[in-house]
């Protein structure tokens, strides 16, 4: 029943360890989107995926990547993770651009 | 997108009606307007848009003024999972991807 799955829900990593957050759809949208929220404040787009074009955000760091292998998945690597990369990283879908977007539950991320 | 300004907070009794209200007046003639909620934790979650109608859904119902400068997302029979933000997002079709979500109006809905 569920549509954009996130895992996990919680991830814990190191200062400057790598890490990836995967996420997957079962709506056959078009489009993929990777959020960051810090804690109380609202989301912040890092970058989108029409199909295979990949679209980044003007003010989205480089330690940010990301790969969309196929359709269905989408993945956020954070390739040296500081302290303040802490937050929550939601994955949303849309069927094609600016159309309404659906979220995943998120994914926690802790740095020590 | 035009700007949306929000009440911070509100309450509710539960099994009342809860009427969260957004200004939007600078809104333009191709902006629609959105609304989404994010419970404590959860990623959030689209509950309605519309251009200049009414709208109504199993979730809610949304009043847009005449003048589309002011709407109201109205959760006809508040229950306690209603508690969450509530986000007004003012949106044109073809603008950039990014939803704008501003800081919301963080419902409490009480026993």
């Known amino acids: 029943d569920a549509m954009v799955i996130q895992n996990p829900r919680y991830q814990v990593t190191q200062f400057g360890k790598p890490v990836t957050l995967s996420c997957s759809q079962t709506l056959n949208h078009n489009v993929m989107y990777w959020y960051q929220q810090k804690s109380s404040q609202a989301p912040k787009l890092l970058f989108h995926?029409?199909?295979?074009?990949?679209?980044n955000e003007a003010d989205t760091p480089d330690n940010f990547q990301s790969r969309r292998p196929n359709t269905s998945f989408c993945f956020l690597d954070i390739r040296s993770p500081g302290l303040g990369d802490a937050a929550m990283y939601l994955c949303?879908?849309?069927?094609?651009?600016?159309?309404?977007?659906?979220f995943g539950p998120g994914t926690r991320l802790l740095v020590l | 997108d035009a700007k949306t300004t929000q009440p911070p907070s509100m309450d509710c009794a539960e099994g009342r009606a809860a009427n969260l209200p957004c200004n939007h007046s600078t809104i333009s003639g191709n902006e629609y307007v959105y609304w989404y909620r994010q419970i404590h934790s959860q990623g959030p979650q689209y509950i309605i848009h519309g251009l200049k109608n009414n709208e109504t859904n199993e979730m809610a119902s949304l009043i847009i003024t005449e003048d589309r400068k002011s709407s109201t997302l109205i959760l006809p029979h508040a229950t306690l999972r209603d508690t969450a933000v509530y986000y007004c997002i003012v949106r044109v079709v073809n603008s950039g991807y990014a939803l704008n979500f501003g800081k919301g109006t963080s419902l409490l809905v009480t026993p």
């Open positions: 995926y029409y199909d295979k074009d990949f679209n």
């Open positions: 949303a879908t849309s069927r094609v651009a600016q159309e309404t977007q659906y």
